[in-house]
């Protein structure tokens, strides 16, 4: 397998529908301060989706969020590093909210 095709599988594998039964999501930019979840799926193309993933951004890392102040960038917690998203970015990553 080529890499390209290994990177559309990949891609193709972050980018599923969101399993049925009810699971509870929000976009990461509507958590609030100091809130956690659990990334779910990322809605984006090859390219958005490769970036993220390497940033750690993942079906089932979890994410803490460490600013957001309701419009602008906001800073995200993920694998022990901060990283600091555009809204729009992070409109784009589902997770399901802790608690």
């Known amino acids: 397998m080529h890499h390209d095709e290994q990177a559309e599988e990949h891609s193709q594998a972050l980018n599923e529908t969101l399993p049925a039964g009810g699971d509870n999501f929000v976009s990461l930019a509507d958590l609030l301060p100091g809130q956690s979840g659990t990334v779910l799926r990322l809605s ?3 390219g958005f989706v490769g970036r993220m993933a ?3 951004f993942t079906p089932g890392a979890e994410v803490t969020m460490v600013r957001n102040p309701g419009r602008g960038p906001v800073i995200v ?14 409109s784009r990553v589902h ?5």
């Open 77 to 90: 917690s993920v694998l022990d590093t901060s990283v600091a998203l555009g809204r729009g970015q992070a």
């Open 95 to 99: 997770v399901r909210p802790k608690g």
């Open 44 to 46: 984006g193309g090859r």
């Open 54 to 56: 390497a940033l750690g």
